[in-house]
């Protein structure tokens, strides 16, 4: 059986644009999505910080070293310029590969700059068995 864990978590993503008169997405700076182990097309989910909002969309790629976010179509309704947002992907995975999967962890600052890198045994899944 199957179940789902967290794949890649980019933490503390500032959205630097929302454009409503586009193709919907999720863009990414194509640099953090390989720093994050997120790959074009990949299904997303965008939770903002500041208003609640929780969106499921797909990410494109955004120039390398732009450090944009942007939340593009009917997703740029969700959120604004200068909101911070919790960017997930999730993996399902059989019990058989729970002890090798890691999740990367990134934490950014304010200017959309990793700070912190984590794909450790600290996020490991477990199982608590009776």
Same mark, same amino acid.
């Given at each position: 059986?199957?179940?789902? =864990?967290?794949?890649? !978590?980019?933490?503390?993503?500032?959205?630097?644009?929302?454009?409503?008169?586009?193709?919907?997405? =999720?863009?990414?700076?194509?640099?953090?999505?390989?720093?994050?182990?997120?790959?074009?097309?990949?299904?997303?989910?965008?939770? /903002?910080?500041?208003?609640? $909002? &929780?969106?499921?969309?797909?990410?494109?790629?955004?120039? &390398?070293?732009? &450090?944009? =976010?942007?939340?593009?179509?009917?997703?740029?309704?969700?959120?604004?310029?200068?909101?911070?947002?919790?960017?997930?992907?999730?993996? /399902?995975?059989?019990?058989?590969?729970?002890?090798?999967?890691?999740?990367?962890?990134?934490?950014?600052?304010?200017?959309? !700059?990793?700070?912190?890198?984590?794909?450790?045994? $600290?996020?490991?899944? =477990?199982?608590? !068995?009776?």
């Amino acid at each position: 059986m199957q179940r789902t =864990f967290l794949k890649s !978590k980019i933490h503390r993503a500032k959205i630097t644009e929302a454009n409503l008169l586009y193709e919907g997405s =999720f863009t990414i700076d194509e640099d953090l999505m390989d720093e994050a182990e997120i790959l074009p097309y990949e299904k997303i989910h965008i939770y /903002n910080i500041n208003s609640g $909002e &929780r969106i499921e969309t797909y990410v494109i790629p955004g120039a &390398r070293g732009s &450090r944009v =976010f942007a939340l593009n179509g009917a997703a740029a309704r969700k959120g604004q310029v200068g909101d911070q947002v919790i960017a997930v992907t999730y993996i /399902n995975l059989e019990p058989d590969e729970l002890d090798e999967h890691r999740p990367t962890v990134l934490i950014l600052d304010k200017d959309n !700059k990793i700070i912190e890198k984590t794909h450790s045994a $600290e996020h490991k899944p =477990f199982i608590i !068995k009776n």
